[in-house]
C-alpha cells in the first residue's frame, strides 16, 4: 500500500484529532518541565495544518507536507515549531516529486526529517527532548517490513522512549534549567510525538479494516 | 496561595487579538498594528537608521507592547502567550521594520525564541533580505553558573537592553554597532527572580503549578518556569539579603560602580511591598560603595498575576547614562 | 479567590514608613521626604503660584506619591493604610505647598477625609494661614444616585483631576479660579468599579472580606468598601456592557460628546485583562458617538492586591485637553 | 471622689490596654461595613497618647488632657480621628481650670465632647455612628449620683447604644453607602466607645477597691 494526497491528509486529521484530545495533559506535563503552554501550541497548530490543507485545491503529496510545515512553523510558534517544522520542512525534499509515498519513501521522510531536528536543535538522544521519541521510532520504522509493521513499531518505540526521559535531566529546552528537579517527570515533546504516531498506528488499522 | 482563576476575558482563542486591538486602539498616537500580530511605530523612525525587532509571547504585559516607540523598539512580533512566534511572522516584522539600516533582531533567551529567530534568520538569507543581524540576550544568574553566561536565560533585566539600545539607535549608527552596544549592555548586567504566587493560564483556566501560602521561591523564570527550590517566605529585607549578594558576586560589581537599578513586578505584588524592598536594595547598595544612577520600581515584564519580583542591576559608564537620559515615549516607558 | 497572606514587608507598623523611605530615594530627582511624612516636589514651583496639596490614606501606590511632580500636585501628606491623616499633618502640608499663591487642599470625598480636611481648615484659619481652599471631589456614581452626586465618593477618576488641574496651576492662576477647575473637571467626571477579589491588610495579614471565586461585585470602593451586590462574574464585554452605560446615562455623556477614558487596574488584574476591557470600551463608545481624546490604562490608584478595575471618563472641551496634553513628570505620571 | 492627673493618666491606660486587646474585633466589624482598619487606628492612637502623657512633666489634668486630643487627632487619621478628635478638643475648655474632677466636672466634659462629635460629623442619634454609643452613656453618666454609679451606667448604656446599631442603616461614614447591607452589622465606632466606657468602669472599680 502506498499513502496518497488524500492518505496524507486523513493521517494529518488523525493526528491533529488525537492531540487535541490531549491538549490538557501535555499541557500539564510542560507544567512541570516548562512554562505549560505545549498542548495548546501543537493542537492549536495541527488544527490549522488540518484547515489549511482542507483549503487546498487538488493538492499534490508535496503540497500536503509544505502547508503542514507552514502551519507547525508559524502557527505552533515556541520551541516545539521551530523544531517540529523542521521535521516538516527537512522531509520536504524527501516527498517532493512523488504521487504517493511507499513504505520506503516515508522511511526517507522520516530519517531526513529526523536529521532536521536533530541539526536544528542540536539535540542527541539522552537530551531529554522529543529526539528520545522520534529517535528510536524512525529506527523501528525503517526496520520493519511494511506500513502496517512500521507505524506498529513506531507507536510502540515512540511511546517507549517518551517513558524513558522520566528519569533524565534535560540538555534542551526549558527543562535544562531545572537540573535534578526534571527527574521524574516525561518530557512533553517527547509524549506528543508517542501520541502522534499512535494515532498514525490507529489510523492505519483503521484505513485497512475498512479496505 | 490559589490562583484567580475567573480572569475578565472573551473566548480564550481571541485573547491575543481582542488585547492588541485593545492596546494599539488606546495608544494610537504611539503605535499601530499591522500584518499578523506586528506592532509598530504609529511614525517610523527615518531612512537609514537600524531597525529594533522584538519577538516574544504574551503575557508579559507591559512588555513588550509598551515598549515600542520613540527612543525605544521599532517592531513588536506578537506570539501567542508565553509561545515564541514562528519563523514566517519574525520575517514579516524584520521587514517591516527594515529603514535601509539594517535591522537588529534581539533575542530573549529561551530555546523557542532562538530557535525561531534562526530559522527567520535563514529564511531571511533565502530571500535576500540582507543587513539582519541577531543579538542573543540573556541576564538571568539562576538559570546557569558564572562562566557560562551564554546559557543564562532572558528575564526582567533586558529592560536596560531595551532602554539603551533604543536611545543609542535613535542615533546614526551602524548594525554592527547596534548590536556590539546589546551586547555591552548585557554583559552588565545581571537579574534575579523569585516568587510567591503562582498565576493561572487564561486560555486553560488552570493554575500554572502549585504553590502553598508561606512558601517562596528564587529564581523563577519570566514564564513561571520554576526556580531553584522553596523555602518558607521570609521578610522583605532577608529577600533582598538573599538574592542581591548572588548578583552583586556575579558580574562582579564592586565598590565604586555605578548602577542603574530595576524592580520589576511580575504582576501581582503591591506597589507599597516593591517600595519597602528597594528601600532595602538601595541601603545595602550603598553600604558595599555602589550607587545608584537611576531606579525604576512597577511592573515592566510580567508573568501575568505572579506575585513575585526580580531585581536587576545594570554597571553603567558616561556612555549608558547619557543613553538613559535619552528621551523614550512607549505606552509603558516614558523618559524625558 | 483567597488573598495572598504573606506580604514582603518587615515590620508592620514600620509600612509607611519604610515603603516612603524607598520610593523617596529611588525617585529622588522628582520627589524629597519631609517633616512626618510629606512627600514634596524635589524642586518646588516658583513663588506666587497656587499650590496643590492632597491627604489620604496609604495602599492606593502609585496613587498619590507618583503625582507629585512637574504639571501635577505639589505635596502629599501620606496616612497610615486606607487612613487620612489628621488635621496637625494636613496644616504641615499645606505650609509645605505654600508658595504665595495661595493653597488648595483636594479631598477625594470620604467621610474621614473631609472630616480632618475641616478641621483642618479651621487650624489654620486660628493660625491665620490666609488663602487656603479646600475642594471636596467625587465621581463613583455608585455611592449616591443622580442629583446627590456631592454625596458621592472619590475613586480612581480623579485621575483626571490630578492631571488637569496640575497643568492648570503650573500657569498664573487665582486660587479661586484654581478651585473652579478642579470642580469642572469632577463635574465632568463619572467612575464606576467591579472586582473579582478581595486583597490582604499588610498590618493584619486578614482578608479585607470573603470574595468567593468565580463571583464578581460592581462598585467597590476604593478601600475594599463592598459594593453593589454579588453576581456570577462574567465575560469582558458581559462586564463592560453592565459597567459602561450607567456611566453614560449618568453624565449623561452624549453623541457628539469627546472623552478622555481611564481603565484603572485595582492592582491584581492582567493588562492582558485591561487591554481586552478596553477594546469592548472602545468599541461602545464610538457606537454611542463618543469619541476618545486619550486613553490610559493601568494601576494609577490601587487598592493593594486586589483583582479588579474601574472605568472612568471624562468630557473634556478645548481647554480641559489642551491641559491634558501639557507636560507632567511625576514618578507614576509621565506626559510629553 | 475626683480624678486628678494622675488618675486621668491612669485612666487613658486602662482605655489604652482594653483598646490594643480589642483591635482585631474591631478590625472585623469596620471590615463588614467599612475598609477594616478601624481597630488598626484607634489601638495605634491611644497607645500613642499613653505615650506621649508619660513624656509630659508634671502635667496638668488640661495638658493630660490636651496630649489625649493631640495624639488622636494625629495619630488616629481617618474618620473616627476627626470624630474621637473633637471629643477630646471640645470637651478641653471645660477640664481646663480643673487641678482635678469631680463627677460634675467630668459631666460637663462629657457634654462638651458629646457636642463636639455631633457637630463635627453633623450626626444624631440613629445614624449608626458612635453617637448611637456615646449619647446614652452621657446621659446616663449626668443622672448618676456617683462616679461609680455614673461608670457604671455609662458601660452599660454605651453597649447597648452600640448594639442597638446592628438594625439600622448608616448615615454617615462609609457604611453610608452599604443602603439596606448595613443591617446586621454593628458599628465599630460605636462598639470602640462601649469598649472605652468599659475599659472606663472596670478601672475605677479596681481604683476604688484598691484604696
Ligand atoms: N533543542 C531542542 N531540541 C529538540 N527538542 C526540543 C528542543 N528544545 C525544546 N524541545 C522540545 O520542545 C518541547 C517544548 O515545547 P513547547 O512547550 O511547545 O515550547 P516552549 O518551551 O517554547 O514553550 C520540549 O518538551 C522538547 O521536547
Ligand atoms: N460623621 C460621623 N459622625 C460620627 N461618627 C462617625 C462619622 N463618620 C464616621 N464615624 C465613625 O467612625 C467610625 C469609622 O472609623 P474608622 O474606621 O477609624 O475611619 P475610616 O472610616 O476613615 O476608616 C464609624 O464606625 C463611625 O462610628
Ligand atoms: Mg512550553
Ligand atoms: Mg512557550
Ligand atoms: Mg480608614
Ligand atoms: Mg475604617
Known sequence: MRIGPAELAAMLEAIARRISAEREALNRLDAALGDGDHGTSVSAAFSAAVDDIAALNQPSASDIWLAAAKAVMNRMGGASGAIFGSFFLKG??????HDSLSKSDMEAVLKAGLQGVKARGKTEV???TMVDALAPAVADFAKAGDYAEGWRGTAAAARIGADSTRTLTARRGRARYLGERAIGHIDPGAATVATIFE???AWWEELIRSN | MTARFHKLINEPDRIVDEMLAGFCDAYSDIVRLAGDRLVLRAQPKAMGKVGLVMAGGSGHEPAMLGWIGRGLLDVNIVGEIFTAPGPGRIVDGIRAADRGGGVLLCVSHHEGDRLNAELALEFCEADAID?????????????????RESERRGTAGLFFVWKLLGAYCEGDVELEAAKALAEKVRDNTRSLAMSLSSCASPVSGEVMFEMAPGEMEIGMGLHGEIGMGRQEALSADETVDLMLQPILDDLPFRAGDEALVLLNNSGGMTLMELFILYRGVAVRLREAGISIYKSWIGPYATTLETAGFAIALCRVDAQLKALWDAPANGAYMKQH
Open chain 1, 126 to 128: 539522552g537530551d531529554k
Open chain 1, 199 to 201: 494515532a498514525i498506528d
Open chain 1, 92 to 97: 520536504l525534499p524527501a516527498v517532493r516529486g
Open chain 2, 131 to 147: 543587513k539582519v543581524e541577531m543579538v542573543i540576550l540573556y541576564d538571568d544568574i539562576s538559570s546557569a553558573p558564572k562562566g
